[in-house]
């Protein structure tokens, strides 16, 4: 069983950077592919980010070279750096994890994915 618990969301301008942390309670957290999706409203929650076991990362398009996905799991914690934000970043975003083994694309499905937090609000707007 694993807990998440998201922090760092906030109100930020257009151009602008913040750090989304996900600190997960629960044993083996080294073995759980880790990943962040967010939901805008009246939209449909989409995939973000994921980083595997072994440190392997994948991205949406729509973040692809704006924001890292990174791991620390001395401190059993998944981060999510986000720059040059854009309005249409706003979002609630959520962290999951699941212990099924995943490669590239297929750790984007969110039916992949046992445990979620419960979610940080991001606002990016001027």
């Known amino acids: 069983q694993v807990q998440l618990v998201e922090s760092g969301g906030g109100l930020v301008q257009p151009g602008g950077s913040l750090r989304l942390s996900c600190a997960a309670s629960?044993?083996?957290?080294?073995?759980?592919?880790m990943a962040w999706f967010r939901q805008a409203p009246g939209k449909e929650r989409e995939f973000v980010s994921a980083i595997s076991r072994s440190l392997g990362s994948i991205y949406a398009d729509s973040v692809k070279g704006r924001f890292t996905i990174s791991r620390d799991s001395d401190k059993n914690t998944v981060y999510l750096q986000m720059s040059s934000l854009k309005p249409e970043d706003t979002a609630v975003y959520y962290c999951?994890?699941?212990?099924?083994?995943?490669?590239?694309?297929?750790?984007?499905?969110?039916?992949?994915?046992?445990?979620w937090g419960q979610g940080t609000q991001v606002t990016v707007s001027s």
């Open positions: 629960g044993r083996s957290f080294a073995f759980y592919n």
């Open positions: 999951a994890a699941t212990i099924r083994y995943c490669v590239g694309a297929v750790c984007s499905a969110q039916n992949l994915y046992d445990y």
